[in-house]
């Protein structure tokens, strides 16, 4: 069996990013990717800049003795000063711009104003409470480079150099179908031996939360000939195929007979608990269509098969998928985080695969583990707040230092 690791190399090395681009108003490009280094214009502040509510003075002046000074101009925020005349004070507020010939600002908590005057209660240094010009951002530097995702914060910082807009990647592509007549919508009435199709919801929200541009074909018969349909159809507009169950070897496992037939196909049996199986491929396009598609060669459309059991699908695609659709979208850094904690619990047995464990931080800040760790009880995904990475054959002792990669980390 492949290890997490050794298959996840093997994905993002066959990922391909997109080469379409789209420009966008910097409000509207939340989570897209950036297909273009963002270069700040201008330095930021563009002037130096007060960082308290106070006076802005000549520090020479104060030196001589005299510290009561007649208050020479009062500057907001967004007006531009005088230069301060020798021998006099500023009234200046916080963001506002240091007169020219001003070198220090005294807070208005070490000052007294007297009508036009102020009596100066501290001896300041040069620099005292300014921001310098460029502070934050030099003028010709990259504030943002080409692959970054674009949280909030970072769209701040674009508009803080005045990006209007951006360039950035188009969005992935994504097809994906279920199979399984044993498959129900919430809504409709259950029959005997069917369930609902829980994970079409689990997906489709993942897929959401990446900016995937999704086409949902449902639930597909569980036929050959309709497998393969579905997938010749899907493979003529989009990057990537997902699919959930139906990747076995049994009789009514008509997903890898449909892949091999319209493309090729890898089953993976990967050293991890929950979620062993995963088949990785790709599909062709019939007639050469979408030239701006991403693929594993110019003529395809990627392939990934999903285990059926909820949890090994919610697991194995925030582990495997969410990187590969990442890196196709073009970002480059695309591997959790992941935060060092105390298990607060012990799990004598250990498994020879890789288990990720649903777990939450208690009040104390250790590890909580879920009971029940069977990968059909979604319950524990909605408890957790995360997954303990536990490697093979290894025992957990209360108290020892587990690795934990939270939820926030995967879901985005």
């Known amino acids: 069996m492949l290890s997490t690791a ?27 990717v950036l297909a273009a280094d963002v270069v ?20 020479a ?37 240091v007169p020219p010939g001003a070198d220090a600002v005294v807070m208005q908590e070490q000052a007294e104003a007297d009508g036009n005057e102020v009596s100066i209660l501290h001896t300041p240094k040069a620099g ?7 502070a934050d951002i030099r003028s010709g530097s990259v504030i943002l480079p080409a692959g970054t995702r ?16 951006l360039t950035v990647a188009r969005r992935v592509k994504v097809a994906v179908f279920f199979t399984g007549d044993e498959l129900t919508m919430p809504g409709e ?44 159809e899907a493979s003529q507009a989009h990057d990537l195929i997902l699919t959930c169950g139906g990747v076995s070897v049994g009789e009514e496992d008509h997903v890898k007979p449909a ?10 049996q990967i050293a991890m608990k929950p979620g062993k199986p995963l088949a990785f491929g790709a599909v062709r396009r019939a007639g050469g269509n979408g030239a701006d598609l991403a693929a594993s060669a110019s003529n395809e459309t990627y392939f990934i098969g999903l285990p059926g059991n909820p949890v090994s699908t919610f697991v194995t695609f925030l ?12 970002v480059r850094t695309v591997s959790p985080r992941a935060l060092s904690l105390r298990a607060d619990f012990s799990q004598s047995k250990a498994d020879r695969r890789n288990e990720f464990l649903r777990a939450r931080i208690n009040p104390a800040g250790g590890l909580e583990l879920f009971p029940n760790q069977s990968s059909a009880v979604l319950t524990s995904t909605v408890w957790g707040d995360g997954l303990i990475d536990n490697p093979p054959n290894h025992a957990i002792t209360t108290g020892e230092t587990v690795r934990f990669i939270p939820f926030s980390e995967l879901l985005g």
Request: glycine share 10%; charged share 15%; hydrophobic share 40%.
């Open 6 to 32: 050794e298959a996840l190399v093997t994905l993002l090395g066959a990922a391909r990013a997109v080469e379409g681009t789209e420009t966008l108003p910097t409000l509207g490009a939340l989570n897209r």
């Open 61 to 97: 002046d104060l030196s001589q003795g005299d510290r009561r000074l007649p208050v020479s101009q009062r500057i907001p925020a967004g007006h531009a000063p005088q230069p301060l005349a020798a021998g006099t004070a500023a009234r200046i507020f916080t963001g506002a711009t």
């Open 128 to 134: 005292e409470w300014i921001t310098q010009q460029g």
């Open 189 to 232: 009435p259950l029959k005997p031996g069917a369930i609902y199709n829980s994970n079409r919801f689990t997906l489709r929200s993942l897929l959401d939360n990446l900016g995937c541009d999704v086409t949902d074909y449902g639930i597909v018969p569980d036929r050959l000939d309709a497998t393969r349909a579905t997938l010749r």
């Open 259 to 268: 892949v091999e037939a319209e493309g090729h196909l890898s089953m993976w």
């Open 40 to 59: 700040s214009s201008l330095d930021v502040p563009p002037m130096n800049t007060s960082s308290m509510d106070g006076y802005a003075v000549r520090v």
């Open 319 to 330: 582990l495997f998928v969410r990187p590969f659709i990442l890196r196709v979208a073009g």
């Open 150 to 165: 674009l949280t909030p914060q970072a769209l701040g910082l674009a508009a803080s150099v005045g990006s209007a807009s």
